[in-house]
Every structure is written in structure tokens, then in C-alpha cells.
């Protein structure tokens, strides 16, 4: 009977352990080592974000789809999601992407469309564009879904798309199973005011069954005055008076996401090495508190 006791609080102790482990994804933008002098090949960068532990890394846009693609390959490592260009203008998107998602078929990188209008004829949440942009949505979706992928909006600052409400609403329109969209901290902050931020965690309950992704970052929780506004929004991982491990915690622990969390390092003024090390430490520590 001891015996059959002991061994029910090891195993219940064993599945809580087990419970409690992080399991998202965690990948790197691009931006993490993108301009590196020693680094300066797609398969150096791979390599080098792939031994420093992380889960996967960005394939950055159309032009440099075939050479990552390749350097992925060569190391066996993963793809995080493809970020590719939809235009309010024709030719509303690169004619080689197709051909890109055919070849992500099997791969689970999720296709990450931000959507600009080149000619400033629509305006950033404006939604004058609503119906083209939707209609262009539903053909990535469709080539997507056809190579068994999904689907993520990537809401940008002064972009068409920029808000992640607005964003949410393009998914609806859409309504195409496989496509969602991303939290994107820095671009959150950069769009938001101080009664939106106080809001966050309702937010995050209306995004959560339509989000394929969300990205991180170090931030200062302020309406920047700065010039550049990144210089607040977006530091290192675990600088900043932004509380992204709070945001992690929540998403994580009670709204149970299990989706990709990716790093946003653009504009950081670092040693890029040195960035992917102590990106990777920080996310450790994060790990570590959530056990």
C-alpha cells in the first residue's frame, strides 16, 4: 500500500512537471543576426541561430526565399514563418510566391503577409481597402491551405494593416480557417494609447483563437517621444520597463497558447553574436520562472 502511494505522488508530481514545460516554438527573426560582418551568408546565420538553441528562424520576404530555403535544408533546422508582401496595388503580390508555399508544403512555417499601399492612396487603418485586401487574403489562404500551411497577418506600424483590431477584422472577413493572425509587441505599442495598453489581457482573450503567432521583445512601457520610435519599443529581450515576461506568463500559463513566440531584434545597436547569446539566455530564464 506505501509503496502504491508513493508511486501515485511520483507520477502525479511527474505529469505536473511535465505539464508545466514551455513548448512554443521560439524562433528568431531574421533582424537577430541580418548585417552581420562575419555572419554574412544565409547558411552562417543559420547555423549560428540554430546552435545557440534556438527552435527555428524567419524567411524574410520572396527575393531571399531560395537561399534560405537552402540553408535550412543544409542544417536540418527549421523555418518559423515566410513574411511576404501584399500590395493595395497591382501587382498585389511577388508572382513567385505560389511557387514558394508549394515548396513550404509538408513544413509547418507559417505564411506571414504584411499589407501596404506603395502609392499612399489608403492610409494606415483607414480600412478604405478593406474588400481588396480581404480578396487577396483569401488567395494566400487558398495556396496555403493547399500545402497544408496557415496563415498569419502581420500587423506593421504605418503600414495598411498596423493594428491588430484591425487585423482581427480582416480575419473574420476572410473566414478561412487557416488564416489568423500576430501580436506583434513592438507594433502593439507603437499603435496603441494608454487606455488601449490597460486593455492588454482582454485583447489577448479576443486574439487568442485567432492567433497563428506573436512576436516579443525588450520594451519601455511609454508614448515615445523619440525620434526613432524602436529606440523605446524595441530592446533587447529583458531590457525595458515593459513587462514581456508578464506578457509571456499570461499567454503561456492562462490563456494556454501553444503557438510560435518569435524575438523582434530590429534596430537593435549590439554586437549581433552577442545579441543571439544573450537573446537565447534571456528566454532560459523566462523558461525557468514558468516551471
Known amino acids: 500500500m506505501k509503496k502504491i502511494?508513493?508511486?501515485s505522488v511520483l507520477l502525479i508530481y511527474t505529469q505536473s512537471v511535465f505539464a508545466q514545460k514551455v513548448r512554443n516554438?521560439?524562433?528568431?527573426?531574421?533582424?537577430i543576426i541580418r548585417g552581420d560582418s562575419l555572419y554574412n551568408t544565409f547558411a552562417k546565420q543559420v547555423e549560428l541561430v540554430?546552435?545557440?538553441?534556438?527552435?527555428?528562424?524567419?524567411?524574410?520576404?520572396?527575393?531571399n526565399f531560395d537561399e534560405m530555403k537552402a540553408a535550412i535544408d543544409k542544417y536540418q533546422f527549421k523555418g518559423a514563418f515566410f513574411y511576404v508582401k501584399l500590395k493595395l496595388e497591382p501587382p498585389f503580390y511577388d508572382g513567385r510566391l505560389e511557387d514558394c508555399i508549394k515548396k513550404l508544403k509538408g513544413t509547418k512555417v507559417i505564411i506571414s503577409p504584411f499589407i501596404v499601399s506603395e502609392s499612399k492612396r489608403y492610409k494606415p487603418s483607414t480600412k478604405d481597402a478593406d474588400t481588396?485586401?480581404?480578396?487577396?487574403?483569401?488567395?494566400?489562404?487558398?495556396?496555403?491551405?493547399?500545402?497544408?500551411?496557415?496563415?498569419?497577418?502581420?500587423?506593421?506600424?504605418?503600414?495598411?494593416?498596423?493594428?491588430?483590431?484591425?487585423?482581427?477584422?480582416?480575419?473574420?472577413?476572410?473566414?478561412?480557417?487557416?488564416?489568423?493572425l500576430t501580436f506583434n509587441l513592438c507594433h502593439w505599442l507603437a499603435t496603441t494609447n494608454k487606455n488601449e495598453r490597460l486593455n492588454l489581457k482582454?485583447?489577448?482573450?479576443?486574439?487568442?483563437?485567432?492567433?497563428?503567432?506573436?512576436?516579443?521583445?525588450?520594451?519601455?512601457?511609454?508614448?515615445?517621444?523619440?525620434?526613432?520610435?524602436?529606440?523605446?519599443?524595441?530592446?533587447?529581450?529583458?531590457?525595458g520597463d515593459f513587462d514581456t515576461f508578464e506578457l509571456v506568463r499570461y499567454m503561456v500559463r492562462e490563456l494556454h497558447y501553444k503557438n510560435p513566440i518569435g524575438v523582434q531584434c530590429y534596430n537593435i545597436k549590439a554586437d549581433?553574436?552577442?545579441?543571439?547569446?544573450?537573446?537565447?539566455?534571456?528566454?532560459?530564464?523566462?523558461?525557468?520562472?514558468?516551471?
Open 5 to 7: 502511494l508513493i508511486y
Open 272 to 291: 549581433k553574436v552577442t545579441l543571439v547569446k544573450n537573446t537565447i539566455s534571456v528566454w532560459q530564464i523566462y523558461k525557468n520562472r514558468l516551471k
Open 132 to 180: 481588396l485586401a480581404t480578396h487577396l487574403l483569401q488567395q494566400i489562404g487558398d495556396m496555403a491551405k493547399k500545402s497544408g500551411l496557415e496563415v498569419a497577418i502581420y500587423p506593421h506600424f504605418s503600414f495598411y494593416v498596423e493594428r491588430t483590431d484591425h487585423a482581427l477584422s480582416l480575419v473574420k472577413q476572410v473566414n478561412r480557417n487557416n488564416v489568423g
Open 50 to 63: 540554430k546552435n545557440a538553441g534556438f527552435d527555428a528562424i524567419e524567411i524574410n520576404q520572396v527575393e
Open 202 to 239: 482582454t485583447h489577448l482573450r479576443e486574439l487568442k483563437p485567432s492567433l497563428k503567432m506573436m512576436t516579443i521583445c525588450g520594451a519601455n512601457d511609454v508614448i515615445t517621444q523619440s525620434k526613432v520610435i524602436w529606440d523605446d519599443y524595441i530592446l533587447p529581450l529583458g531590457a
Open 25 to 31: 516554438q521560439f524562433f528568431a527573426l531574421h533582424n
